[in-house]
């Protein structure tokens, strides 16, 4: 079947290719993708979300080059780009490189001196489907150009950079949940952060209960249009209810009652993307004590909720999601399932009995077919640590 086709390569295989392109002895880091069970579009709303990181993720590996230049291979794209140290575009040029290169511009705007260096990126997260590709790129350049930089930063800041990178120099408006969970994810547990006070409390995963990752095939961009849509329709509804009580900074201040009184004052579709995101945040908390309990009837009641308010209110599902996720509720094994990610395509997130995963994600690979025509990728997964370190030799 078509599970979890591209493995991750091994440290061993992507440091010796940086020797054969550059030589030199690099140091090797790894940063996840991610998938989020639930807390859609709430982050930068200053809400929560509760994702976890997953056994797909970026190797980048760097060593120090004498010749004042920058240069970086991807490995995926089989294509690198070369700049001398000081001449490095200080926006984006709508290429993979913007992502590592927005992280070394962020730096430098931090103060932190990188030498000139030699640079692979490798990794195995599907690219546009909605699991943090990008942010897992970012992450593992972060932490090899801090250890080559022989900086120390904490990870929370580590996660603000790298969303500065993507907010400022790649030019997309994303939150902070992609970045963070890919700094602070952990074995066996998903995480439920505050995205206004960057607190967070981990909720583990039981063994019996597994990930599958269902990729609809339909591509999705934060880039593109529809989710900068999305954030200012949120702050234009944020807006009409500040003017009523001026302590709504962000969405997350306003409780189901504003919308009640003062929703009318809105247009139509934006009373409707406020509604989701306040009814989401409760069920995202909702969500992490469910799981931290061992609620799991409770975690699927509230997942397939938030696909319902993500589909109806927020807009944000397509048509083959919905199938997705529908084909999926009519499977055994499936404890909640919904679209995951920015929205408007992309993977469908399926907690389900770990003992039936592999026949569940074949049925529901059937069945998608079945439905659509088209052939989808599911990727069985495991919830994972943040990035980190590897040992040339793994
Ligand atoms: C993308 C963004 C995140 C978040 C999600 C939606 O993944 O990068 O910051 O807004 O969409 O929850």
Redesign the pocket.
């Known amino acids: 079947m078509a599970e979890s086709n591209d493995k991750l390569p091994a440290a061993s295989l992507v440091a010796e290719i940086h020797e054969n392109q550059f030589g030199g002895d690099p140091r090797v880091f790894l940063a996840p993708g991610r998938v989020?069970l639930i807390?859609?579009?709430?982050?930068?709303a200053g809400g929560f979300?509760m994702p976890a990181a997953i056994d797909f993720g970026t190797f980048a590996s760097i060593s120090a080059r004498r010749d004042g230049r920058i240069e970086i291979w991807s490995q995926n794209f089989k294509e690198g780009v070369t700049y001398g140290a000081n001449e490095v575009p200080q926006k984006r040029t709508q290429h993979w490189s913007d992502y590592p290169l927005g992280v070394l511009w962020a730096l430098r705007k931090e103060g932190v001196e990188v030498p000139a260096f030699s640079m692979v990126l490798h990794g195995n997260v599907p690219l546009g489907a909605?699991l943090?590709s990008?942010?897992s790129v970012e992450v593992a350049s972060a932490l090899a150009l801090l250890h080559l930089a022989d900086a120390k930063m904490e990870r929370t800041a580590i996660a603000k950079l790298c969303?500065k990178a993507?907010n400022a120099y790649v030019g997309?408006s994303?939150?902070?949940?992609?970045q963070f969970i890919a700094c602070q994810g952990a074995e066996d547990h998903a995480l439920l952060l505050d995205c206004r006070s960057l607190e967070f409390r981990l909720a583990p995963i039981p063994r019996h209960v597994g990930l599958v990752i269902a990729n609809t095939m339909v591509k999705h961009s934060?880039a593109g249009g529809e989710?900068g849509t999305r954030r200012a329709e949120v702050e234009e509804g944020t807006a009409i209810l500040r003017e009523h009580r001026p302590e709504i900074a962000l969405l997350r201040d306003a409780t189901p009652e504003d919308l009640e009184r003062w929703g009318s004052e809105m247009p139509d579709n934006v009373m409707r993307r406020c509604r989701h995101i306040i009814t989401e945040n409760l069920r995202t908390v909702a969500a992490a004590d469910a799981l931290a309990s061992g609620n799991l009837k409770r975690l699927g009641d509230l997942m397939a909720a938030a696909h319902v308010s993500y589909r109806d209110d927020f807009e944000a599902s397509c048509e083959e999601a919905d199938i997705m996720v529908a084909a999926a509720q009519s499977l055994p094994g499936l404890i909640g399932a919904r679209l995951t990610?920015?929205?408007f395509g992309g993977c469908t997130v399926n907690v389900v009995e770990e003992e039936v995963a592999a026949r569940f994600a074949e049925q529901l690979r059937e069945e998608y077919q079945a439905a659509t025509g088209i052939q989808a990728e599911i990727y069985r997964c495991h919830a994972s640590a943040g990035a980190h370190a590897v040992e040339k030799s793994g």
């Open positions: 989020n807390g859609e579009h709430t982050d930068y979300v909605g943090s990008s942010a969303q993507e997309a994303c939150g902070i949940m992609d934060i989710y990610g920015g929205g």
